[in-house]
């Protein structure tokens, strides 16, 4: 094997052997950025099925909310009825 020859293995084995070296590295990473997009997307899941729960919680509770509040205010006018009707007689 001539010099030339001899160069050339030296220089494409070591720029294999750095190439080897980065995808490892990069293999890695992208591994460790895969491991925290799963914990990321298994949160994220746990989160919609709390706000799924707390929205079926208010639709169950919503009507009787309402005829409570439509109650209440049936009173509150009533009671404010009664008191114009008092100011009225004096």
């Known amino acids: 094997m001539d010099t030339a020859a001899a ?3 030296i220089v ?5 052997s750095v190439f080897l070296v980065v995808c490892i590295i990069a293999v890695i990473k992208i591994n460790k950025i895969l491991s925290d997009v799963h914990h990321i997307t298994e949160k994220a899941s746990q989160i919609t099925d709390k706000a799924g729960a707390v ?3 208010f639709q169950k509770n919503s009507v009787p909310t309402a005829i409570i ?3 209440s205010n049936v009173a509150n006018s009533f009671k404010e009825g009664k008191k114009s009707n008092k100011e009225e007689e004096l």
């Open 7 to 9: 160069a050339l293995l």
């Open 12 to 16: 494409v084995s070591t720029t294999l």
């Open 55 to 57: 929205s079926e919680f």
């Open 69 to 71: 509040k439509i109650i």
